[in-house]
């Protein structure tokens, strides 16, 4: 828990790197890794809370999910596939929210805008904190 309100205040200390034009790559990369595994891990404990029995499901999303992550092939439709598989409509913390609409959607709640996170480098970023998210959140 600990882990998750650190990454939770650094994403409110920090700004929003996301939207603004003299972000670097890296530093948007980072932003959107940090909201991603906010949704993911807290999203992900929630909904285990009121449904233990999906336990299983978000199990194999975290597997999948960490194989593509370690071999660097994370792509916009294997995130999608992922993520439309679990048991719940998005991944919702209070800071942001993953969401599946035409492509992968990080919802950056702080500014109330979203972004496609499915181009390069920004995939891998949102992949790695949706990963993490769902290890903190599942105890491995």
């Known amino acids: 828990m600990k882990t998750i309100l650190s990454s939770t205040a650094l994403v409110l200390l920090t700004g929003c ?3 603004s034009k003299t972000s670097t790559v890296d530093q948007k990369a980072n932003e959107i890794r940090n909201l991603s595994y906010a949704a993911a891990s807290i999203g992900t404990s929630v909904a ?3 449904n233990p029995n999906w ?3 978000f199990d194999l999303a975290y597997t999948t999910l960490d194989s ?3 071999q660097k092939t994370v792509t ?3 995130l999608r596939n992922i993520i439309s598989k679990l048991p719940v409509k998005e991944l919702k913390s209070d800071n942001a929210k993953i969401a599946i609409e035409e492509a992968t ?3 950056d709640m702080t500014v109330g805008n979203k972004i496609n996170i499915e181009n390069d480098p920004y995939i ?3 992949a790695i904190g949706i990963r993490d998210g769902l290890k903190i959140a599942l105890g491995k």
């Open 55 to 57: 336990k299983l499901q």
């Open 17 to 19: 790197a996301i939207f």
């Open 68 to 70: 593509l992550v370690n």
């Open 76 to 78: 916009g439709e294997s």
């Open 105 to 107: 959607v990080l919802f």
């Open 124 to 126: 891998l970023a949102a």
């Open 48 to 50: 285990l809370k009121e």
